[in-house]
């Protein structure tokens, strides 16, 4: 995985399919890894903002290495930020997650002056960066510590690959990263939550898609406009290819994302079936 996201970012670094422009290295707290990227098509005003969080295990990442999401999201019409958090071994659970609070109330803060809708900010992480986002969404103590809440502040909520409802690990390293057992974001499920989105691949073997599954149906067991999506021979790193620039229009990852958060501005249903070349399951 740590390859995969170098390869990538390297292939679409001088990539571009609009014009867009890129603040990077902003802080959004003290420290060296409390720093983001902002990606704004040039021009851009009131648009839907999507938060990323990288994966890694919660152990290694940048935000550098993902550069091509924020490419491919920018150009569609999207303001982009793209935070680093804090990793282990040099923190461990909550500390990650309470960094990703702290980066969303920058963005609730600042993003307005560059373009993006404060109003319409959308938490996307893939495999360990989508636990990050999950919890956030769901588990209200954690914007709540910088005066937030997810029912107010938090337009939708996209997972990719994400790990949301799973055994304890029998990895040393990952039992040590949570120091006891690990809070799971099924468990905070119930009661109204921002719409979701769930995406993953059924030949995942890294984290199973049936965490995207339970997740949904939990969600909507609970009255919350949820949809998983399932996509057919994609695996754990695979589901990304749907966001690179050159392959974005051949897998259907960035126009289910795209028809989710403009569903959301709507304020519409979600339709049984709604996206193609995926199972799919809708509120």
């Known amino acids: 995985m740590l390859i995969a996201g170098w390869l990538i970012g390297a292939i679409v670094a001088n990539f571009e399919l609009e014009p867009y422009d890129t603040m990077a290295d902003i802080s959004y707290a003290?420290?060296?890894?409390?720093?983001?990227?902002?990606?704004?098509?040039?021009?851009?005003?009131?648009?839907?903002?999507?938060?990323?969080?990288?994966?890694?295990?919660?152990?290694?990442?940048?935000?550098d290495w993902f550069r091509f999401i924020a490419v491919t999201l920018a150009s569609r019409g999207y303001v982009v930020v793209i935070p680093d958090y804090r990793l282990y071994p040099?923190?461990?659970?909550?500390?990650?997650?309470?960094?990703?609070?702290?980066?969303?109330?920058?963005?609730?803060?600042?993003?307005?002056?560059?373009?993006g809708d404060s109003r319409r900010v959308f938490l996307m992480g893939h495999s360990a960066g989508a636990y990050i986002a999950a919890m956030l969404a769901l588990d209200p103590r954690w914007l709540k510590g910088v005066g937030l809440s997810a029912d107010r502040?938090?337009?939708?909520?996209?997972?990719?690959?994400?790990?949301?409802?799973?055994?304890?690990?029998?990895d040393a390293t990952l039992a040590d990263v949570f120091g006891g057992?690990?809070?799971?974001?099924?468990?905070?499920?119930?009661?109204?939550?921002?719409?979701a989105l769930l995406l993953a691949g059924d030949a995942d073997r890294l984290v199973d898609p049936g965490n995207s599954i339970r997740l949904a149906e939990k969600l909507r067991s609970s009255g919350n406009d949820a949809t998983d999506v399932i996509y057919r021979q994609q695996g754990h790193m695979t589901v990304l290819a749907g966001f690179v620039p050159m392959l974005a229009d051949f897998f259907p990852a960035l126009r289910d994302v795209s028809t989710f958060v403009e569903r959301v501005r709507l304020k519409a249903p979600a339709p049984v079936s709604v996206f193609t070349k995926a199972v799919s399951r809708s509120r």
């Open 30 to 63: 003290e420290g060296a890894r409390h720093k983001l990227d902002v990606y704004q098509a040039r021009g851009t005003v009131g648009a839907p903002v999507v938060v990323f969080f990288y994966g890694g295990r919660w152990q290694y990442g940048a935000k």
């Open 90 to 115: 040099e923190v461990k659970f909550p500390e990650f997650v309470v960094d990703g609070a702290n980066a969303v109330r920058w963005t609730r803060d600042n993003i307005s002056a560059y373009g």
């Open 181 to 195: 057992p690990i809070p799971m974001p099924i468990s905070f499920a119930d009661g109204p939550k921002p719409p």
């Open 153 to 170: 502040d938090i337009a939708g909520l996209v997972g990719v690959s994400g790990p949301y409802d799973f055994l304890p690990p029998n």
